[in-house]
């Protein structure tokens, strides 16, 4: 059975620092890993899919690295701004691939 | 694009009522997915649709829950009856397919319904 981590559960930054969220997997056997935003009373944003063959994807001020055979994956933000805070969950793929599990979410606060 | 929409955003019943879930996914997706999410977790799978047949309802609670997607494009989510624990916000995701190794299983979320069960 897949299980998935998140550290830290809650994050406060002064805003301009660069910060990282680590999500950890236990079954390394998954074809992808998807990395999401949810804004407090709304639904998933996708960020970041990463496929099992890449170890790095870059979208504007975020960066998502892939470690497969250590079960991690870690979600990078440069330049955090008060409208990166939000929750960030990341999600990894169970049952060949076609159901995904959750962690729990880190909570991150940028304060101005 | 038009994104997967959801209805209604809120609910509130009593316990031991029945209430109902709708959920159009983007146009041209083949697989449903809904979720429950309590507060503070994770999102939790409960059924994967792919068309309109059913791919794992192994996390549903069967006795009181229960989905369909008759057509395979729109989908309904029905609890009857409802218990106390069953407050959380239900989403519902679409993606492409369900392919290993893809991006073609990409979830793309919609806003939720918060159900709250008194």
């Known amino acids: 059975k897949q299980e998935v981590t998140q550290i830290p559960a809650a994050l406060s930054v002064p805003e301009g620092e660069n910060l990282v969220l680590n999500c950890s997997f236990t079954?390394?056997?998954?074809?992808?890993l998807q990395w999401f935003r949810q804004d407090p009373g709304k639904g998933l944003t996708s960020l970041l899919l990463?496929?099992?063959?890449?170890r790095e994807q870059t979208s504007g001020r975020l960066n998502a690295s892939l470690d497969k055979s250590s079960g991690r994956s870690t979600l990078y933000i440069a330049a955090s701004q008060p409208g990166d805070s939000a929750t960030y969950l990341c999600?990894?793929?169970?049952?060949?691939?076609?159901?995904?599990?959750f962690g729990p979410g880190t909570r991150l606060s940028v304060l101005p | 694009e038009a994104g997967v929409a959801q209805s209604p955003r809120y609910k509130i019943i009593e316990k031991r009522q029945s209430v109902a879930f709708w959920c159009n996914p983007i146009?041209?997706?083949?697989?449903l997915y809904w979720y429950q999410q309590i507060l503070g977790q994770g999102p939790k799978l409960l059924i994967q649709?792919?068309?309109?047949?059913?791919?794992?309802d192994s996390q549903l609670p069967k006795d009181r829950f229960s989905a369909e997607r008759l057509k395979g494009v729109d989908s309904t989510l029905k609890i009857q009856p409802a218990k106390l624990e069953d407050s959380a916000v239900y989403l519902c995701?679409?993606?492409?397919?369900?392919?290993?190794?893809?991006?073609?299983?990409?979830?793309?979320f919609g806003p939720g319904t918060r159900l709250t069960v008194l």
């Open positions: 995701a679409s993606s492409l397919g369900a392919v290993r190794a893809s991006s073609y299983n990409e979830q793309f």
């Open positions: 079954d390394s056997a998954i074809y992808n």
């Open positions: 990463i496929q099992s063959s890449q």
């Open positions: 999600a990894v793929p169970w049952n060949y691939g076609q159901n995904f599990v």
């Open positions: 146009s041209g997706h083949a697989t």
């Open positions: 649709f792919q068309n309109n047949g059913v791919v794992d």
